[in-house]
C-alpha cells in the first residue's frame, strides 16, 4: 500500500523538523520536564513511522487485508500518542496526558495484530 510509505515518510519528515525544532528553538524556552515529554513524543512518532514504512513495504508481499488494520491503529496511535504530549507541551493544558495512553493503546493493538496477522495468515 503506497499510502502506508506516504503516511510514514510524512511522520518521519515532521519528527526530524520538530525533533531539530526542539533542539534550537525550545531547548531555552521548556522546562527539563516538559523539554523531556516534547523528546518522547518525537522519538516515539519515528519509531512508528518506520514500523509503517515496514508495513508498507511489506504490503507488497503481503495482502492488504493483513497490514491495513494494523496501519490504522498504528497511525491513529501516532496521532493521539505523540499529539496529546506535544499540545500537553506546547498548550501546557496536562490534562492532555490523560489522552495519551489511548495512543499508546492503539500503537500497542497495531503491532500485536501485525503479528498476529503474520503469523496466522501470511
Known sequence: MRILLIIG??????SVLLGAFGAHA????LSIEDLAIFEIAVRYQMY????LLFMGVASFYL???????????MTLGVIIFSGSL???VF?????????????G???IIGWLL??????FYA
Open 105 to 107: 493503546f492503539c500503537l
Open 114 to 119: 501485525l503479528a498476529y496477522n503474520i503469523y
Open 9 to 14: 515518510s510524512l511522520f518521519a519528515a515532521l
Open 86 to 88: 506535544l499540545l500537553l
Open 91 to 103: 498548550t501546557n493544558l496536562r490534562w492532555f496526558g490523560a489522552i495519551t495512553p489511548i495512543g
Open 63 to 73: 495482502t492488504e487485508k493483513l497490514v491495513s488494520i494494523p496501519a490504522y491503529f
Open 26 to 29: 525550545l531547548k531555552n524556552r
Open 48 to 51: 512508528h513511522a518506520l514500523g
